[in-house]
């Protein structure tokens, strides 16, 4: 008996493409918060074969903390193929005497006089 195989699908070597992925963003937070929210359009996931899953590691409208925080999206197609994209959230965080905090140093501008103040986080002890 001879049998004939029409595989009507190929096995698919290509990878996903994520478009409009958003580029870096340097949010301030609000003065005296500890986080800022974000907004941001989501991406959008494409193959020829088919989307199997696409998910993001942080969601528009997320209130994130003050530093960097990398925003990964990740596309599987219906054979395993996976792609990946992100951008990076740093937030800066903004006092209400606008004093400014990154990487645990706090920053004085220029034009602010030097002067003795309560330091909200322990371990920021230099005025630059």
Do not use: K
């Not at 001879?2 to 190929?10: M, N, P, Q, V």
């Not at 006092?95 to 140093?105: I, S």
């Amino acid at each position: 008996m001879l049998t004939w195989y029409y595989f009507t699908e190929s096995p698919d070597f290509e990878l996903p493409v994520i478009d409009g992925v958003p580029g870096n963003m340097n949010p301030n937070t609000d003065p005296g918060l500890p986080t800022a929210v974000v907004n941001w359009t989501q991406p959008t996931a494409m193959d020829d074969s088919g989307i199997d899953t696409f998910t993001s590691s942080h969601n528009s409208g997320f209130a994130f903390p003050i530093g960097e925080t990398f925003v990964s999206f990740t596309a599987t197609d219906i054979y395993g193929n996976v792609a990946i994209a992100g951008f990076v959230i740093l937030v800066i965080g903004m006092f209400a005497n606008n004093f400014v905090l990154y990487n645990m140093t706090l920053i004085r501008p220029s034009h602010t006089p030097q002067r003795t103040c309560g330091v909200p986080r322990a371990g920021i002890h230099r005025f630059i």
